[in-house]
T-cell receptor
Framework: KQEVTQIPAALSVPEGENLVLNCSFT??????LQWFRQDPGKGLTSLLL?????REQTSGRLNASLDKSSGRSTLYIAASQPGDSATYLC????????FGAGTRLTVKP | NAGVMQNPRHLVRRRGQEARLRCSPM?????VYWYRQLPEEGLKFMVY????????ESGMPKERFSAEFPKEGPSILRIQQVVRGDSAAYFC??????????????FGPGTRLLVL
């Protein structure tokens, strides 16, 4: 049974800092991995989708990596801003989609 | 192209009542997924539907919960005889096809159900 874990559960950093969010999954037989952003009381916004054959994806200040063999993904956020404050969820797809519990990020001005 | 739409955004029910949650997928999308998010937890898959068919309901509780996606109209998640433990955010997502390795799901804003 696929289990997705995100560490840390919460993270607070000063504005401008580079940071890394971690996601691990137990079954490496996945089709893809996706990072989402969720703002309080809102839905999910897809940030990056990495196919199983890919190692990384980049969008602006965001870079996501995937190491399928070790069951790990990281989301790197460069030069963090207060507007980046949100909960970040990773999800793996193998059949259905399994989500981690998220990392709640606070970027202090 | 409007995104995935869900209504109502907030729903309050008393124990024993019925809750109906609606989801209109993005235009051109024929696949709908429902997820539940309990407080302080991640999203949990409930059910996957295509037009008029339930494809995978492995995450759906066996009793009181049902889902449909008729040929015309929105997908409906129905919860009968609600209990306090049903209080959660229910998210709907849609996708244009079932090519699993290329699929991106687009999420709606969710319906927040509160059972008193």
């Amino acid at each position: 049974k696929q289990e997705v874990t995100q560490i840390p559960a919460a993270l607070s950093v000063p504005e401008g800092e580079n940071l890394v969010l971690n996601c691990s999954f137990t079954d490496s037989a996945i089709y893809n991995l996706q990072w989402f952003r969720q703002d309080p009381g809102k839905g999910l916004t897809s940030l990056l989708l990495i196919q199983s054959s890919q190692r990384e994806q980049t969008s602006g200040r965001l870079n996501a990596s995937l190491d399928k063999s070790s069951g790990r993904s990281t989301l790197y956020i460069a030069a963090s801003q207060p507007g980046d404050s949100a909960t970040y969820l990773c999800a793996v797809k193998a059949g259905d989609m399994r989500f981690g519990a998220g990392t709640r990020l606070t970027v202090k001005p | 192209n409007a995104g995935v739409m869900q209504n109502p955004r907030h729903l309050v029910r008393r124990r024993g009542q019925e809750a109906r949650l609606r989801c209109s997928p993005m235009k051109g999308h024929s696949h709908v997924y429902w997820y539940r998010q309990l407080p302080e937890e991640g999203l949990k898959f409930m059910v996957y539907l295509q037009k008029e068919n339930i494809i995978d309901e492995s995450g759906m509780p066996k009793e009181r919960f049902s889902a449909e996606f008729p040929k015309e109209g929105p997908s409906i998640l129905r919860i009968q005889q609600v209990v306090r433990g049903d209080s959660a955010a229910y998210f709907c997502a849609s996708s244009p096809n079932r090519q699993a390795n290329q699929e991106t799901q687009y999420f709606g804003p969710g319906t927040r159900l509160l059972v008193l």
